[in-house]
């Protein structure tokens, strides 16, 4: 049964974007039908980039008979077009909606998924925020229902991890200011496209999200 769990954000250049989707590899289909292109330069920067180390394109994780494999958006063009929609609707009911609180929604064409959106705290940001939403995605609304509770636990876990983590970056960057207006100063000269891996000083945070990813997929997966 096809899931895929996604990685979005709002980014202030490009709009809402995919950053980083794990799939599992189907069977019947090639693991090479899942790599797809290089995003092209002109499509992202910085804060929507999907960044690994050695300037790859994707990340794999072989668990069993079962393969994962994590990308800046899906190579099916089908695939690409239903999250896209998606991410487009996550974003603009988030607009009107409790962050907190968890999205399900879905059709047969697009897809039935469940996401949980949450913000980052980034002087160089317009407002100050980044905005993100973690996104799992399944074909089958059944299958999606049927495992809600452990997707939606597993959601919370890794939001929990990201906000705290960030929130504790912060509060010891602040503590080490000697007051506002140097510490305010310096924010205005910081680039205003920053990566989620710099707003946690994290330059593996998209290998570990990929583990977890592949890890709650692998759970589900029978």
Known sequence: MPFMITLAHFCEVHGPSMVICTQNVHSGESEDSYYGTKVPP???????AFIVPHESTSLRT???????ISTQHPSSQ???AA?????MRVFTIESNHDINKPLS??????????SLGFKLIDDTARGSERRY?????SDSEQKLYENY?????QLTAMVHFITSKSMHIIENRRKNENNNETYLRRGSRMPKNRSIMDLLQDDKFFVRLHLWASSLLDQ???
């Not at 002109?42 to 929507?48: G, L, T």
């Not at 929604?105 to 469940?114: E, I, L, P, Q």
């Open 42 to 48: 002109s499509s992202v920067c910085k804060s929507c």
């Open 83 to 87: 999250l896209r929609q998606t991410i």
């Open 149 to 153: 509770s452990v997707i939606l636990d």
């Open 62 to 68: 072989q668990s069993g008979d079962q393969t994962y």
């Open 105 to 114: 929604f879905g059709d047969s064409k697009n897809g039935y998924s469940v």
């Open 220 to 222: 589900l997966i029978v």
């Open 133 to 137: 939403s973690l996104i799992f995605t």
């Open 78 to 80: 089908p695939r690409y």
